[in-house]
């Protein structure tokens, strides 16, 4: 459903308003991106009154995004206002607009014009936090920590926003606690993402910590070293045994790759002796893959095995008897010793 300035005005803005209010826009960026930039008069606020909100997880605009941005708002002004949380302190909180506020105070402006929500509570506001950014930055461009963190704080506020209203939700008890764990759903359309998916980010964002989730990540200086699917292998080495492997791999800039097959071999490893040290580490990760390029593939010429086998032997009868032949020779020398 696309939303217009013409429709907004038809459907009443208190309905929207409301909706917003509730946290449950689902999947209509358009709606999240003109209600939640309409509702409030715009204010010319000092920049120096403005702080960050605490649990911003998305990452600066780099250098030459950030020169963009400036140059935009040199040719056209600032064409979007930020958005402000009053929550009864000294300063505002940013709700929408830290890199627009980074670009206009190097700019040298002192005033920027804002809207400021009052009477909402921090997860109201984290709601607003995640839902703006995923409308200005869209999901697919977020990095891994991005991708975890912005899942989990959503999950935690809709669902403390949940508790602290249960007046606007129509359901109790057991039904309740449904609709609590169906929260994964509301996200899914929210963000476009599949709800197995949503599980194995908010997995890592449980087990490794922020320096580890930069070895997920592509740099100018490394490729990543293991992808969102080996991490979620991983996972199952427990969080003091991750700690020690992200310590390993930094101590040893060698290991320029870990597969899915060496996470799982880790984890058969951890399992059998319930811990992991560097030499086991070392095992898998670096001496198991010297032993591989040093190995060369067996390779036997079609036209000479031939010579022992009947014409028109089928390929599956040659090479079951030769498997056949080597089980008895194996079965003779364990004999003999």
Not at 224 to 235: E, R
């Amino acid at each position: 459903m696309a939303f217009t300035r013409e429709s907004l005005k038809r459907s009443g803005r208190g309905k929207v308003i409301e909706t917003i209010k509730n946290g449950l826009i689902q999947n209509d960026k358009d709606l999240v991106k003109i209600a939640s930039l309409s509702i409030g008069e715009v204010e010319e606020v000092d920049i120096d009154s403005c702080l960050p909100f605490p649990e911003h997880t998305y990452k600066e605009y780099d250098e030459v995004k950030m020169k963009e941005l400036e140059n935009s708002i040199k040719m056209c002004g600032l064409q979007t206002p930020i958005i402000l949380w009053d929550n009864g302190g000294d300063k505002y909180i940013i709700l929408a607009g830290h890199n627009r506020l980074r670009a206009c105070k190097n700019l040298g402006y002192k005033k920027i014009p804002a809207i400021i929500k009052k009477n909402l509570s921090k997860n109201e506001a984290a709601i607003i936090v995640n839902q703006t950014n995923m409308v200005q930055r869209s999901f697919d461009n977020l990095s891994i920590y991005e991708k975890c963190s912005s899942i989990y704080q959503m999950k935690k506020a809709k669902e403390e926003f949940e508790k602290e209203h249960p007046e606007k939700f129509d359901y109790t008890g057991e039904k309740k606690s449904r609709e609590i764990q169906g929260s994964l759903k509301s996200i899914s359309r929210e963000f476009g993402v599949s709800k197995p998916l949503i599980s194995y980010y908010l997995r890592l964002y449980d087990m490794f910590n922020k320096s580890a989730f930069v070895l997920m990540e592509d740099t100018k200086e490394r490729k990543k070293i293991f992808d969102t699917n080996t991490a979620v292998k991983l996972c199952e080495l427990g969080k003091n045994t991750l700690k020690d492997l992200i310590t390993y791999l930094k101590e040893n800039p060698e290991v320029k790759k870990i597969s899915k097959q060496q996470a799982k071999e880790l984890v058969e490893l951890f399992k059998k002796n319930n811990k992991l040290e560097n030499k086991d580490f070392n095992k898998v990760l670096i001496f198991n893959k010297e032993e591989k390029k040093k190995a060369k593939p067996i390779s036997l010429n079609n036209s000479t095995i031939r010579d022992y086998f009947a014409v028109g032997t089928s390929d599956a009868d040659i090479e079951k008897e030769i498997l056949n032949l080597l089980k008895e020779n194996r079965s003779k020398i364990e004999t003999i010793n």
